[in-house]
């Protein structure tokens, strides 16, 4: 397994993320995430996106990380926010996520972020047990969803 720094709009991230996005529209039935996401806000230094490849190089597993500050959907000075964190069915159990996320952490501290927060739903469950067994708790609601009953937040200092 490889990791890569690539943009956002790189083709093998636009394909993750139209499969994490379709994955969202089964478990939520709304079309997908519509959190506005930009390919500059996971520009270093100021975020990060990676891919995992397999031994094919086939991208099998992503994520990013993007700089949020205080502002009117909740977040804080220092905010670190993971986007995109996906994992391909066929791969799911490898720890690819926990390599991704670990990455993505550090990443994070050495650009200066304290905090790294998260949203995700109460139809992921496999993802609240990613974060809570990495060391993230929940914290106040922020972001798109925000006002959503199934949104949950999390949170961990870095």
């Not at 390599?99 to 200066?112: K, N, P, S, V, Y």
Request: aromatic content about 10%.
């Amino acid at each position: 397994m490889t990791i890569r720094q690539v943009p956002f709009d790189h083709p093998d991230a636009v394909k993750l993320n139209d499969e994490v996005q379709a994955e969202y529209h089964v478990r939520y039935g709304d079309g997908g995430d519509a959190t506005p996401l930009d390919p500059s806000d996971f520009k270093p230094p100021n975020g990060l996106y990676l891919l995992a490849y397999d031994v094919n190089g086939v991208p099998v597993a992503s994520g990013g990380w993007r700089a949020q500050d205080a502002n009117d959907e909740g977040n804080l000075d220092g905010d670190a926010e993971l986007k995109r964190m996906f994992v391909v069915e066929s791969m799911r159990g490898r720890g690819l996520a926990r390599r991704i996320l670990a990455a993505l952490e550090e990443d994070a501290r050495a650009a200066g972020r304290v905090r790294m927060v998260l949203e995700t739903g109460t139809k992921q469950p496999e993802a609240v047990a990613l974060y809570t067994s990495s060391g993230y708790e929940p914290c106040a609601k922020f972001g798109y969803y925000r006002f959503h009953e199934s949104s949950r937040c999390y949170a961990k200092a870095l």
